[in-house]
């Protein structure tokens, strides 16, 4: 018959002879000292608690310090050898109590992404039903051809270019205006007598200016005058970008006889965005599913379009930016119901 008892240090099972009741051994698993339990003795009478004299009981000595994993343990000459088994899973309460905690945490968080999805639904809900709604009709007015034409003229001294440089530039202009001619539009940049640099805009073969009046639509105007300076951040950045690469391409030209800038592209980023504002740097109208951009707006509540001749109906809507965004969330249907003979 074997002896079982716990290490009372590492907990790992041993299971001895007989034979080795009442000796000292060291545990195979920690190599701490320990003395074999006597199973046979427990059964002795104990003397009586009266007649027994008291002996002071003498201060708990420190328990051994189990020397490390990496260290053989040495057994005492003579002690029979000790079988180890794994030590016994033992339940911990902690453990039980962290779980539940958990538990309890999860539930919380599943309770309030629940409530948090169930308001946005509804602040969603009544967002869409009453709150702002930037779409509905608005009218417009084709511009006659002889008053069709927008002219702007450009700051380039906050560009970041030296002044030689801006006025070679601007010289070159006056004495060779350059212009950007296509079937959507005509764009002229010249330098004017009187100095200083200028773009001119007018419709192309192929398309008409007209005039959307977006004062029709009272929410649309309190857009305007609250996201105004907010839209025009963006045209503004690049327009000064894109001002302060014309100059120094068209100097470098100059000087070196090279070739000449890319006017299709300075049409776009200096003399379109010159022209803008805010609200029509992120329009576009649409017709039979066509794009078609805005190129002016004034400070009396009109975009300024160019469309094919002929249109009576189109769309207004955001145009998709660099970054896939659109940043006007509107959508209006717009007719043309009469031409102005002069620009407003």
Known sequence: MAIQFDCPFCTSTL???????????????????????????????????DTAPVTPVPPPEDAPTPPP????????????????????????????YLRKRRRSNMGGIILFLFFFSAMAGVGGYFYWTYGL???????????SSDAAKLEQRLNPESAGVSEEVIKTVNQNLLETP????????????????????????????????????LTGD????????????????????ELQAALKNFYTDWNAMIQNQGVLPDLLHYRNTVGLNSLLGGLGYHMEARVNHKIYPCVHED????????VPK????????????????????????????????SQP
């Open 218 to 237: 009272p929410a649309l105007m309190d857009y305007i005058s609250k996201n105004g300076a907010q839209l025009d951040q963006p045209r503004v950045a």
């Open 69 to 96: 994993a990496s260290q053989a343990a040495e057994q005492i000459p003579g002690a029979p050898p000790v079988d180890v088994t794994a030590p016994r899973p033992r339940s911990s309460v902690t453990a039980q």
């Open 299 to 306: 400070s009396n509540g009109g975009l300024y379009f160019l």
């Open 133 to 143: 709604r930037l779409e509905g009709n608005l009218v417009a007015a084709r511009i």
């Open 15 to 49: 299971k001895v002879p007989d034979s080795t009741a009442g000796k000292q051994g060291d545990c195979p698993r920690c190599g701490t000292k320990l003395v074999i339990p006597n199973p046979f003795a427990a059964g002795t009478a104990a003397p009586a608690a």
């Open 310 to 341: 002929g249109t009576l109906q189109f769309n207004i809507q955001g145009r998709e930016m660099e970054n896939g965004w659109k940043t006007f969330p509107g959508k209006y249907e717009v007719q043309v119901t009469q031409e102005y003979q």
């Open 178 to 213: 350059r212009r950007v001619q296509s079937d959507l539009m005509d764009m002229l940049f010249y330098g004017p007598e009187k100095g200083g640099l200028e773009v001119r805009l007018k419709p192309g073969t192929d398309t008409q200016l007209v005039r959307v009046d």
